[in-house]
């Protein structure tokens, strides 16, 4: 019976959601992704960059932003993490890239995590683990429409029942049950969503582009 795996970081680690053929389904999560991604899967996606160049924005990132929008975080590069700081960071890319060309917050605050699947990732693993991103998933998943914000109460209600729809239908009890665990709200359900594109997503944005290493420069939804 194949399992359909889906992972995302959250503060102390990463947290996973997996479901099978026949609808059985569940979540874990751990501090590093060597349990994790040891766990039996046909496939498996994760809502982290995966192919980085050390210049310029990916152009997937691009493409997905004018999808669904700034939930897209933008300037995933292989360097990132040997600069002190993000205002050191973001000095580098001004001058040898142009202002404005920088490093979001919000991806400086992942960079570590960005890090941790690069250092695990070949193309080789490629092949059964690749990236994908919540927010096209769900605009997938809606007929290519834009939902409410996932902070708002509407919004995590779509999301939920979307997901519901696809066979995650323990997800409203998983979310009361995490309490503790440091797992945000937002990480299990994004999780969830990635374990959806692993079994059903056949599409993806990017230009065919292959980064350094060989690895594929994409996101699948």
Not at 11 to 16: C, D, I, P
Not at 53 to 66: F, I, K, M, P
Not at 89 to 118: C, M, P, T
Not at 137 to 151: M, Q, V
Request: hydrophobic fraction near 40%; include cysteine; charged fraction near 25%.
């Amino acid at each position: 019976m194949n399992n359909y795996l889906g992972l995302d970081g959250f503060r102390y680690g990463w947290v996973a959601a997996w479901i099978d053929e026949r609808g059985d389904h569940g979540f874990d999560y751990s501090p590093g992704l060597t349990r994790l991604l040891a766990m039996p899967h046909a496939r498996a996606m994760i809502d982290m960059p995966i192919g980085l160049n050390v210049s310029g924005y990916r152009t997937c990132d691009l493409r997905a932003r004018e999808l669904v929008g700034p939930a897209v975080f933008l300037g995933a590069r292989r360097d990132l993490w040997r600069f002190p700081d993000m205002a050191a960071a973001n000095r580098h890319y001004w001058e040898h890239e142009g202002k404005g060309r920088g490093v979001s917050a919000q991806l400086w605050n992942i960079r570590d995590k960005i890090r941790d699947v690069d250092e695990i990732m070949t193309p080789a693993r490629q092949a059964t683990i690749g990236e994908a991103h919540p927010e096209l998933i769900f605009w997938n998943l809606a007929g290519r429409l834009r939902l409410e914000s996932k902070g708002s109460a509407q919004g995590r209600e779509q999301r939920i029942a979307l997901l519901e729809q696809r066979g995650f239908t323990r997800l409203r009890k998983w979310l009361t049950q995490r309490h503790g665990t440091g797992i945000g709200r937002d990480d299990l359900i994004d999780a969830c969503a990635c374990a959806v594109a692993a079994r059903d997503s056949t599409q993806s944005v990017g230009d065919g582009e292959i980064d350094p290493r060989g690895l594929r420069v994409e996101i699948n939804y």
